[in-house]
């Protein structure tokens, strides 16, 4: 079992930054890929970024550029710092474990999630 707190949403202007942290207790979190994931009102849950267990990083597009996913193995904890926020950024953002030996961007793949932090960006 893995266990994942985010923290760090909250309201933000247009151009504005956040941080937003995943704290993991449980299993080996180096062993796990952790992924962020949001959802906005009315949509489907969307892939934002993982950082995989072999160190591989993958982003949507939309994020390229602004967002910057990192891990840090000894405080079980994985960070999405997230710069020049859009109001299309707004949504409640999740991180999820996923143990599998291959990093995936699909949510069904990922077998822990946390409880998820709002973000809401203004203009």
Avoid at 4 to 24: D, I, N, W
Avoid at 48 to 54: I, P, T
Avoid at 77 to 104: F, H, I, R, W
Wanted: charged share 20%; glycine share 12%; with cysteine.
């Amino acid at each position: 079992q893995v266990q994942l707190v985010e923290s760090g949403g909250g309201l933000v202007q247009a151009g504005g930054s956040l941080r937003l942290s995943c704290a993991a207790s449980g299993r080996t979190f180096s062993d796990y890929t952790v992924g962020w994931f949001r959802q906005a009102p009315g949509k489907e849950r969307e892939f934002v970024a993982y950082f995989s267990w072999r160190g591989r990083i993958w982003y949507i597009d939309s994020v390229k550029g602004r967002f910057t996913i990192s891990r840090d193995n000894a405080k079980n904890t994985v960070y999405l710092q997230m710069n020049s926020l859009k109001p299309e950024d707004t949504a409640v953002y999740y991180c999820a474990a996923d143990g599998a030996a291959y990093a995936s961007p699909n949510p069904g793949n990922y077998d822990y999630w946390g409880q998820g932090t709002q973000v809401t960006v203004s203009s």
